[in-house]
């Protein structure tokens, strides 16, 4: 039996439901359900859901649903989440370029565990990483399973500009850039596949609950795709299995 | 359709509607009017409906022209808006004609103006939003503040516009001052803090900083004590988040708030008071005080029916003064004055109702039993 969440006021148009306060998969799950089950029945009044780590927010408009029922709604969802269906597991393949220009830091990196760059390479590309919420920048994954072999802290001084689509390493997180931006992560590879697009419905390629992998590709190979990419014939591989439940 | 040209974009004018919503859970901010009421209010001094797109211009005001005859309304701060170089009044619909100039003389009071034009300035959805993310580049006109040699769209009117002269009573229209005590329910992370962390938090006085912006308004003042350390496993944020990082000071999340933050969020600013934070000026001082959520949700609901206190001229009671500024009285009644005539049209004597003038949405008594009468 699960225990059940906390629901906490953020003010008077959001509630929070907590899972406690660790990184989990299985908490994550939890949180990503509730998400699912509230967006499918598109309850008058309940604005959006915005699913992180272990906790969901739901913004409100309390002038169309008191909190009292929204309280009571929450918790009935939630207890209906456990015995429901596992859904399928997506995992998006996205294709990187490593080291040289694409991953300035790939060396630094190497150095700072006594490996060498095709190792650091081998061992980033050799995970699922699951995508745990988005955040902090439009279409920014946080992402969880990097091996601890390859963990390495931020650089001392951020860079100004990181291009779009830099795959960086921070501590114990790996992620990728959506766009242009400042920032402290090494940087060790680069994907031309754009990540954020408004053009798009939804503007993302993947989305919390989803998988990453890596796929490294060579100079050449990134350089076609970036034309796929630019013309609109691109869409990256997308493996799909029905998981079991745990 | 007509347009507006931008003569002088002013220090930070920006295209903004209440926000983006359904796309935070793809890291897309809100975004949004930073006094989403303000807004609001304009948008129904011209007849649009609450959500279009209107112009978010901050101290400085930009220097504009229209293209076409327009009803336009001004909400929110007082920059000293001049129509054809004549003091223009705020918080009520004027009409301008083609080729009308509209500048800004300095700001009096508050922070941020928001201007509406009957039909809402028509640039495109992104993400099902008119707003600018000046961050991101995304929304509002081509992802930026507005700059001299734009040329924006406006929409084609919904209906028939009433022309000028709709308002909103003298008595109902906020000053903002310098001084601001704002509401906070508190949550989710006040269990993070200690007791003496709490006392300082809603005891003590703050200073608004000059490096505060869009994305939030960070303070001067004494250290808020957290329990064990001001880091957390990252989770939602909302406008009006007070977010207290590892130096001890506060930080209210505005429109432009990253979806997600790390630090702990002592208690969220009421709705109601982040518009009100919005017209605050770096050097004000702030005090927060502690309300239950009940209290919050009847202060969000009073602010809702001020701005049903919005009518046409004569439709209520109100001072025939108040369709003017008190500084500019007799400038208003010069010529090319803009919709003065008509504002006076139909006005009847004032009545015998309340005519303090009541903060808006202070919630006071008298406030209340106003509403009460209705």
Redesign the interface.
């Known amino acids: 039996m699960l225990t059940p969440p906390r629901v906490l006021p953020a003010g008077d148009r959001a509630l929070v439901v907590e899972y406690g306060a660790t990184i989990d998969a299985h908490v994550n799950a939890r949180v990503r359900g509730l998400a699912a089950t509230l967006d499918a029945t598109a309850l008058p009044g309940i604005i959006e859901t915005v699913p992180t780590y272990r906790s969901l927010m739901v913004h409100y408009d309390p002038l169309r649903l008191a909190v009292s029922d929204l309280e009571r709604i929450l918790l009935a969802a939630d207890a209906g989440l456990v015995d429901k269906a596992v859904p399928e597991r997506r995992t998006v393949e996205m294709p990187v370029v490593y080291g040289g220009e694409f991953g300035p830091d790939l060396a630094d990196v190497a150095a700072h565990h006594g490996l060498s760059e095709d190792d650091v390479v081998a061992i980033h590309a050799a995970s699922d990483y699951l995508i745990f919420m988005m955040g902090f920048m439009p279409g920014f994954p946080y992402l969880g399973g990097l091996s601890p072999r390859i963990a390495t802290p931020r650089l001392s001084t951020p860079r100004t500009v990181v291009p779009a689509g830099s795959v960086g390493i921070a501590g114990q997180q790996t992620g990728i850039y959506p766009t242009d931006s400042p920032g402290g992560w090494r940087l060790i590879g680069r994907t031309p596949v754009r990540l954020f697009d408004t053009e798009r419905t939804p503007p993302v390629l993947f989305e919390a609950g989803d998988y990453l992998r890596f796929i490294p590709v060579s100079a050449r190979e990134s350089a076609g795709i970036a034309r796929r990419v630019a013309s609109g014939a691109f869409a990256p591989v997308i493996r799909v299995e029905r998981t079991q439940p745990s | 359709m007509t347009w507006i040209d931008v003569l002088d974009g002013g220090m930070l004018t920006t295209v903004q509607d209440l926000g983006r919503?359904?796309?935070?859970?793809?890291?897309?901010?809100e975004s949004g009017a930073m006094d989403g009421l303000a807004l609001r209010a304009a948008n129904r001094l011209v007849g649009n409906p609450d959500n279009a797109a209107c112009l978010e211009m901050t101290l400085t005001g930009p220097e504009l022209r229209f293209g076409g005859p327009v009803v336009i309304a001004m909400t929110g701060a007082d920059l000293g808006a001049l129509v054809n170089g004549r003091p223009v009044a705020r918080w009520q619909a004027v009409s301008a004609a083609a080729d009308t100039v509209l500048t800004f003389a300095g700001v009096r009071d508050g922070m941020r103006a928001y201007l509406a034009v009957n039909g809402g300035i028509d640039v495109p959805l992104?993400?099902g939003s008119r707003s600018t993310f000046t961050?991101?580049a995304?929304g509002g006109f081509e992802g930026r503040m507005i700059r001299a040699g734009d040329r924006m769209p406006v929409g084609v009117a919904p209906g028939p516009p009433w022309g000028s002269g709709r308002l909103l009573p003298r008595r109902a229209v906020p000053v903002y001052g310098h001084v601001h005590s704002l509401r906070?329910?508190?949550?989710?992370q006040d269990d993070a803090f200690t007791d003496e962390g709490i006392r300082t938090f809603l005891a003590e006085t703050y200073t608004l900083s000059t490096q505060s912006d869009r994305i939030g308004c960070r303070f001067s003042g004494p250290r808020i004590a957290h329990r064990a350390g001001a880091d957390?496993?990252?989770?939602?944020?909302?406008?009006?988040?007070v977010q207290v990082t590892g130096d001890g000071l506060p930080i209210v999340l505005m429109a432009d708030r990253?979806?997600?933050g790390g630090y702990t969020?002592i208690a969220?600013?009421?709705?109601v008071d982040a518009s009100r934070l919005a017209q605050a000026m770096p050097g004000d001082r702030i005090t927060f005080v502690r309300i239950g959520?009940d209290e919050?949700?009847a202060?969000?609901?009073r602010a809702?029916a001020w701005l049903e206190e919005i009518r046409q001229p004569g439709a209520g009671g109100e001072d025939p003064a108040a369709i003017y500024d008190e500084d500019s009285g007799a400038a208003l009644a010069a010529e090319g004055y803009l919709g003065l005539a008509s504002a006076l049209e139909g006005r009847q004597a004032p009545s015998s109702g309340p005519t303090t003038d009541l903060i808006a949405f202070d919630g006071t008594q008298a406030h209340d039993d106003e509403h009460d009468e209705r």
């Open positions: 919503v359904g796309a935070q859970k793809y890291g897309v901010p992104v993400l961050r991101s995304l906070v329910v508190m949550g989710p957390i496993v990252s989770d939602g944020t909302t406008l009006g988040s990253g979806t997600t969020k969220t600013v009421t709705s959520l919050a949700h202060l969000l609901g809702h």
